[in-house]
Every structure is written in structure tokens, then in C-alpha cells.
């Protein structure tokens, strides 16, 4: 019977430890690549994003041919090679 008493106690506490560890799990986030500019970069201003906005602008598309206006914090990872990343 002590047996099954010291048992008992240590299902629980096992239980609430594992359940305690799997908040403290690290969920890793890429960090946001950054690439210089083309030289040559112009962006008519009706095409400028406004501000605490981002778009993603690729220079080899005409002005209405570029992508939506976004949550800077989301499209920062998602700029391909080529693009730049331009902050209203």
C-alpha cells in the first residue's frame, strides 16, 4: 500500500512538470533579409504606401503592376531576390 502512495503522487506531478516545460518551447522566427536597393529605384508617390504600411515593389514591374500594400511586420519576410521592401 506505501507503494501505491508513493506512485500516486508522482503521475500528477510528472503530469504538471511536462505540461509546465511545453510553454517554455522556443518557436524560432527567420529573420528578415535585407538587400540594397537598386540605384535607379523610382516610385511614383500615388503608389507610395501610407504610413506604418509596407509594399513589396519589384523595379522590373510598371507602377500598377506591383503588389498590395501590407502589415510591414508580415511582408518583411516575404521580399524575393530582386524586390525591395518600401516602408510607407
Known sequence: MADLKRISWRVP??????AL???????????PVYQPAPQALHIPP??????????IWYP???????????????????VPQGAVLVRG
Do not use: I, N, T
Not at 506531478?13 to 511536462?18: I, T
Not at 500615388?46 to 509594399?55: D, E, F, T
Not at 522590373?60 to 516575404?78: A, E, F, I, N, S
Open 46 to 55: 500615388g503608389h507610395m504606401p501610407p504610413p506604418g504600411k509596407c509594399r
Open 60 to 78: 522590373d514591374r510598371p507602377p500598377g503592376h506591383q503588389g498590395p500594400v501590407g502589415k510591414c511586420g508580415k511582408l518583411q519576410y516575404q
Open 13 to 18: 506531478a510528472a503530469l504538471a512538470l511536462s
Open 21 to 31: 516545460l511545453a510553454g517554455c518551447a522556443v518557436h524560432h522566427q527567420p529573420r
